[in-house]
């Protein structure tokens, strides 16, 4: 019986250590999910223009890279609105640090450079 208490004394022993080990890598570091909403947020309001997803992210060593694609001219029918692809640097707290848009395409076409690399 001592056994049981010995061992839930062991496990609250390294919980104790876990939190003993000190402070967090990056307490002031957003998750992933505030960062992808961020930058839409503020993507969409330095252009004006709505953003829709996140097709691409990494971390690098400066913060995030993403590419947001973004609505840029609402036509009818919606597949033939007109659509961009903004590569967006962000730094470690999510904070915009620079756009540039990489292409343009009508919202009902394939990406060329996924078709053979035109």
């Known amino acids: ?4 208490n010995d061992t839930s ?3 609250d022993s ?3 250590r876990t939190r003993d080990d000190g402070p967090d890598p990056a ?3 957003p998750s992933l999910m505030e960062v992808l909403r961020q930058a839409r947020a503020q993507l969409a309001e330095l252009t004006g ?3 829709e997803s996140v097709s691409s992210f990494e971390q690098t060593e400066d913060g995030w890279a993403l590419e947001v694609e973004v609505l840029e001219l609402p036509r009818v029918p919606d597949t033939m609105s007109l659509m961009a692809s903004y590569q967006v640097e962000l730094d470690p707290q ?3 640090t ?3 848009r990489v292409s343009r395409y009508e919202r009902g076409r394939a990406d060329a450079r996924r078709q053979g690399g035109r």
């Open 14 to 16: 390294r919980k104790e």
């Open 27 to 29: 307490p002031d570091r």
């Open 1 to 4: 019986m001592t056994n049981t």
């Open 9 to 11: 004394h062991t496990r």
């Open 98 to 100: 620079g756009y540039r």
């Open 49 to 51: 223009m709505a953003a």
């Open 94 to 96: 999510g904070q915009l």
